[in-house]
């Protein structure tokens, strides 16, 4: 450790009239602070020939230096004649060299924003990302087919480890969050309902409600958030870490092995997992209603078979697959997306969740409209 | 005798039954180049981790410009780094900064001074490690492996200090880069009056700078300069110095 010899300080003298300041003390990074008040100690308003004498200095480090040369730089600048004695004429080119490049203007510090550049950009950026979107889904629509026509070059054993993690593993959550919404909705319509004194059609709220859109919509958002962010992670950190150029020069199609798996299993699985959460979600409604209302078990299971459609079940179900594919694509896409730092993992999880609930809405909006025009 | 800047004594480390270090002892000089080497997996990281506190040793003490370490309180803890440097083995440059940010990252860590004199002083050490002005605003992963090396080296001379580590500095470079990082930290060694503290494989780096030498076997050091340790009858020692590659390394260092 730097023994500490004293603050660096600067003294001033007279010799053939000129003024001499002599540098002392140890102008080393411990004393940075001390450094740059001591070199004001030389002020830049003066006419002539001034001498600055380093002989003295006990101690210096680089930083130390610096903020003595650039005290000199300022007052060579200011028209004053400076003589230096004891600066190692080494050590004066090098940090001469500094100085220079630090003239350069810093081209992004100066560079100001220009509104409509950024604003092509932005659209040229948003065109090029929809064209990449595009592209992507439709390579994973033709090694989907390619897979079909030759089973035998599918992985299976990566699809049957992805429909374990993706789904066996998720049930228990989205059975849960499944039974617990469908008890706030029962909870919720039976108290309106009990005023008109109509409690009893609780059942059908519950069961069109659930069946129709909660199962389905909150098996998809708790899957893009649990395994879609997977997805992205996953596949961003084996890119990052060039995993899948080692796949690639070992002749192995990441495509094939990672993203086309992920992709089967979600799609095949999301409709067994909205299967299960229907059921919770009735269990839950059916809870709810014998607790709260003048029901039992019995009549809640006989007007449930009044009520219930297996048109409104097909429907939530069939939405299942869609929700699932849009989920895996999006969230593969994102983390092939990854480039270069670990930054760009986190981004592109953060946009793997976000871009794939908001599409699993949008998807879901597109169904009503396509359901009520058909009539369903 | 001056008092070592780092010491070492009766280190120990396992890892559930794998015995990495046992009763190891260690002492490093100022402005040594001091150079561990090893058989992989002998231990040099751990002991390397073990010195600058990221690992806690299973035994023994380690003293670092007389302090020990794990027996610091924080702020004991923030000076003392402040007065070490490390180079990781693959840079750890923060990738999500820019170079020139990287270096200024334990400037404004310690120094109370204006952005612009930070600045400056970040170009200082650019500069000082011979990295061309364009690559102040590049991000690392547009760097080669050299030019990681030496932003990384930047950092960890950002606060002039007086022990620098490097953890495999000319791993991963090519010939010629080995040979002009290796005569870079000699000639930083000799202007900035570090003391250098390396793990390396690199024979040519081992007889061309380093003064002192430390092979770790059997989980012991066994310390000395090159020409003493070479003298060692110890077979692995007998391997890794007699070797083809180290005898052409030693005479291209006789040829200088």
Redesign the interface.
Same mark, same amino acid.
């Given at each position: 450790m730097n023994m500490k010899l004293g603050q660096p300080s600067i003294e001033t003298t007279i010799a053939n009239g000129n003024p001499v300041y002599v540098v002392i003390g140890s102008w080393t990074v411990d004393y940075a602070q001390d450094c740059l008040k001591a070199s004001l100690a030389i002020p830049a308003k003066q006419q002539g020939q001034i001498t600055i004498r380093c002989n003295d200095i006990k101690q210096f480090d680089a930083t130390g230096i610096w903020l003595l040369f650039r005290r000199i730089e300022e007052l060579k600048r200011a028209g004053v004649r400076v003589e230096l004695e004891g600066f190692r004429q080494d050590y004066l080119t090098f940090l001469q060299e500094v100085a220079a490049s630090l003239e350069e203007p810093g081209k992004d510090l100066a560079q100001l924003r220009q509104l409509p550049k950024e604003l092509w950009d932005f659209f040229r950026r948003a065109f090029k990302q929809a064209a990449d979107v595009l592209m992507f889904v439709g390579w994973c629509w033709m090694l989907l087919f390619d897979a079909i026509i030759h089973p035998l070059q599918f992985r299976f054993r990566a699809f049957i480890k992805q429909c374990e993690v993706t789904a066996v593993r998720a049930a228990p959550i989205v059975g849960l969050i499944s039974f617990l919404i469908a008890i706030v909705i029962a909870y919720q319509g039976s108290m309106q309902l009990k005023r008109f004194g109509a409690d009893i059609y609780t059942v059908d709220l519950v069961t069109i409600s659930v069946l129709r859109e909660m199962a389905v919509l909150l098996t998809a958002i708790m899957i893009a958030g649990r395994s879609g962010s997977a997805f992205a992670a996953e596949i961003g950190a084996m890119k990052l870490n060039e995993e899948t150029d080692a796949l690639v020069t070992t002749g192995i199609d990441p495509m094939r092995l990672l993203v086309l798996p992920r992709i089967a299993a979600l799609t095949i699985m999301m409709p067994l997992l909205a299967f299960f959460a229907d059921m919770t979600g009735l269990a839950g409604g059916g809870l709810l209603t014998v607790l709260t209302t003048k029901t039992n078990w019995l009549l809640y299971i006989s007007r449930l078979s009044d009520v219930l459609r297996m048109n409104d079940f097909w429907i939530g179900v069939g939405k299942a697959p869609a929700f699932g594919f849009i989920i895996a694509v999006v969230g593969c896409y994102h983390g092939m997306k990854v480039s270069t730092s670990a930054e760009s993992v986190g981004k592109e999880t953060t946009n793997a969740v976000v871009d794939s609930i908001f599409l699993v809405i949008l998807a879901d909006a597109l169904f009503s409209l396509l359901f009520t025009a058909l009539n369903l | 005798m001056t008092e070592p800047v780092v010491s070492v004594r009766n280190l120990v480390n396992r890892f559930g039954d794998q015995v990495v270090h046992d009763w190891l002892d260690l002492d490093i000089y100022p402005g040594e180049i001091f150079a561990i080497v090893g058989g992989s997996g002998s231990g040099k990281s751990v002991l390397l981790r073990s010195i600058l506190g990221l690992h806690k040793p299973d035994d023994g003490s380690i003293s670092v410009?007389g302090k020990e370490i794990g027996k610091l309180c924080e702020t004991e803890t923030h000076e003392l780094y402040r007065?070490v440097g490390v180079l990781y083995q693959q840079g750890a440059l923060f990738?999500?900064l820019s170079v020139i940010e990287n270096i200024e990252t334990p400037l404004y860590e310690? +120094? *109370?001074?204006s952005d612009a004199?930070i600045?400056? +002083?970040a =170009?200082?050490?650019l500069? =000082?490690v011979n990295l061309p002005?364009n690559a102040?605003?590049k991000? *690392?992963?547009?760097l080669s492996g050299g030019m990681v090396k030496r932003a990384g080296l930047a950092r960890a001379?950002a606060?002039?200090p007086?022990l620098l580590f490097l953890d495999e500095p000319t791993s991963g470079l090519d010939p010629l880069a080995s040979d002009a990082f290796d005569k870079l930290i000699d000639v930083l060694h000799v202007q900035?009056n570090l003391t250098v503290v390396m793990v390396t494989h690199d024979l040519d780096t081992l007889f061309n700078i380093c003064s002192r030498v430390g092979v770790i076997i059997d989980h012991k050091m066994i310390q000395g300069t090159v020409d003493e340790v070479t003298k060692n009858p110890h077979p692995w020692i007998k391997e890794y110095f007699g070797g083809p590659r180290a005898k052409r390394a030693r005479n291209s260092r006789k040829e200088k």
């Open positions: - | 410009f007065h990738s999500s310690y +120094l *109370p001074l004199i600045r400056e +002083l =170009m200082l050490k500069k =000082m002005d102040a605003n991000f *690392p992963s547009e001379l606060l002039d007086t900035l």
